[in-house]
């Protein structure tokens, strides 16, 4: 089974990102290779791209589910600012999830 991330509503619904072993960008440019412009007025996230374990603690925890994700990052979007820190690290995202509610990741 090859592992991907599949949208299923919402301006991600239909569009699929197969992961592989190598880096993975997500932000609101159009340079990385996960993004979405109609969430750039929405979502205020640090610029600097995610690390790998941030990107799979993410991945892991959404299940590919963009609706999911976008709560998550608007959630993560909460903690940095709450916090005043300024760089996304599995603990800001177990910090968002937690607050959530979304499960175990």
Known sequence: MIPRIVGTAGPFKGKALTLTDEEISVGRDSSNRLWAAELSGLLQLPDEPFAPEV???LIR???GNFRLLTRLLTQIER???VNNLHVVSTEVIEAARDSL????G
């Open 101 to 104: 509610v979304i499960g175990q």
């Open 61 to 63: 925890m959404t299940g």
């Open 55 to 57: 990107m799979a603690r």
């Open 79 to 81: 903690v940095l600012e």
